[in-house]
């Protein structure tokens, strides 16, 4: 008996979501990302893609280095630590610099409390350590 593997899902993803999630996150992770999609998170891709990366990181409004400083923010205040690592990676790429992302973590303390400033600076130091020196 033969067993048939599930054929990967047809995504419909935005155009513009997409190009711009590649951009931010890297081609690699968002290719890896999309390749693991199955019948359970093809719409989560779709909807993530289409809303956070199509309508929100495309607005006028804030230049891609303020929603990273913001991210990284929200990330640390509801203590998402594997989506900061990757979020670290992404403000580094839209031009946030090491001292500048010290900053947001140090701000982040004072609002979002020490203990889960302390777990991000560990993830920062990691992230940061691995990174080629900018400033």
């Not at 779709?46 to 230049?63: F, S, V």
């Not at 580094?92 to 973590?105: F, W």
């Amino acid at each position: 008996m033969t067993t048939e593997q599930p054929q990967p899902p047809v995504l419909d993803l935005d155009p513009d979501g997409l190009a711009v999630r590649r951009e931010v996150l890297g081609p690699d992770h968002v290719d890896a990302a999309l390749a693991r999609a199955d019948a359970t998170t093809a719409e989560f891709q779709e909807m993530i893609t289409r809303y956070a990366w199509g309508h929100i990181w495309t607005r006028p409004g804030l230049d891609r280095r303020m929603r990273s400083a913001i991210t990284i923010t929200a990330l640390v205040a509801h203590g998402h630590y594997a989506e900061l690592e990757l979020h670290l990676r992404a403000a580094l790429r839209n031009g946030l610099t090491r001292e500048e992302i010290v900053e947001v973590l140090l701000q982040s303390a004072i609002y979002c409390g020490v203990p889960a400033a302390n777990s991000a600076f560990g993830v920062a130091r990691r992230v940061l350590d691995e990174e080629p020196t900018t400033s």
